[in-house]
Nanobody, 115 residues
Framework: QVQLVESGGGLVQPGGSLRPSCAASRSDFSITAMSWYRQAPGNQRELVAVISSSNYINYADSVKGRFTISRDDAKNTIYLQMHSLKPEDTAVYYC?????????WGKGTLVTVSS
């Protein structure tokens, strides 16, 4: 089992920045990848960014150049640094962990981009 707890969402103006984080309950090497998804009202959940245990990283086209995913293994935490935020980035952001063929999900953190 893996428990994931997201934090760091909030309200920000267009053009602003936020850095949500996700803390995992496990510190071993059985988690092969972690990622951020988001879901806006009325939309399907979409993959935003992924980082693997071998440091493979990928981003959705809509966030390339604006978002950066990173991890701190000492804290069992991943981050999503978001810059140049747009109203269309408004969504609940979820953290996931992939371990032994199973995806684990956090409860999400709300990011609202509005003036």
């Amino acid at each position: 089992q893996v428990q994931l707890v997201e934090s760091g969402g909030g309200l920000v103006q267009p053009g602003g920045s936020l850095r949500p984080s996700c803390a995992a309950s496990r510190s071993d090497f059985s988690i092969t990848a972690m990622s951020w998804y988001r879901q806006a009202p009325g939309n399907q959940r979409e993959l935003v960014a992924v980082i693997s245990s071998s440091n493979y990283i990928n981003y959705a086209d809509s966030v390339k150049g604006r978002f950066t995913i990173s991890r701190d293994d000492a804290k069992n935490t991943i981050y999503l640094q978001m810059h140049s935020l747009k109203p269309e980035d408004t969504a609940v952001y979820y953290c996931t962990a992939f371990r032994f063929g199973t995806y684990y999900w956090g409860k999400g953190t709300l990011v609202t981009v509005s003036s």
